[in-house]
């Protein structure tokens, strides 16, 4: 069983940046794919990125690419989403996902695992 918290959620500007952490308050992410979803209101939870298991390979939905970076950190059991150039549509509740080892996907019914969520807001 994996117990996943996010963390580093917040009230930030236009064109700001802020860091999440996905880390494992219980299990390992090490052998994980780990994805990305957020959830604005009104609107449906959607994947935007996620980052392989096996090499930190990592993909994006055109929404965030060039914006949002995925990383991983083995060492600290931590997964990382850097989001620069924040805009006012990114304003939503932040999830991460553990799912198998079996390649990356968007899908939610891929992940097995979520954390309870964090919210971030970009307005003025």
């Known amino acids: 069983q994996v117990q996943l918290v996010e963390s580093g959620g917040g009230l930030v500007q236009p064109g700001g940046s802020l860091r999440l952490s996905c880390t494992a308050a219980?299990?390992?992410?090490?052998?994980?794919?780990i994805g990305w979803f957020r959830q604005a209101p009104g609107k449906e939870r959607e994947g935007f990125g996620c980052?392989?298991?096996?090499?930190?390979?990592?993909i994006y939905t055109n929404a965030v690419r060039g914006r949002f970076t995925i990383s991983r950190n083995y060492g600290e059991n931590t997964v990382y989403l850097q989001m620069n150039n924040l805009k006012p549509d990114d304003t939503a509740v932040y999830y991460c996902?553990?799912?198998?080892?079996?390649?990356?996907?968007?899908?939610?019914?891929?992940?097995?695992?979520w954390g309870q969520g964090t919210q971030v807001t970009v307005s003025s």
């Open positions: 996902a553990a799912g198998p080892p079996l390649g990356l996907s968007f899908r939610a019914n891929f992940y097995n695992y």
């Open positions: 219980r299990g390992t992410l090490d052998d994980l794919t």
């Open positions: 980052v392989s298991s096996s090499d930190g390979s990592t």
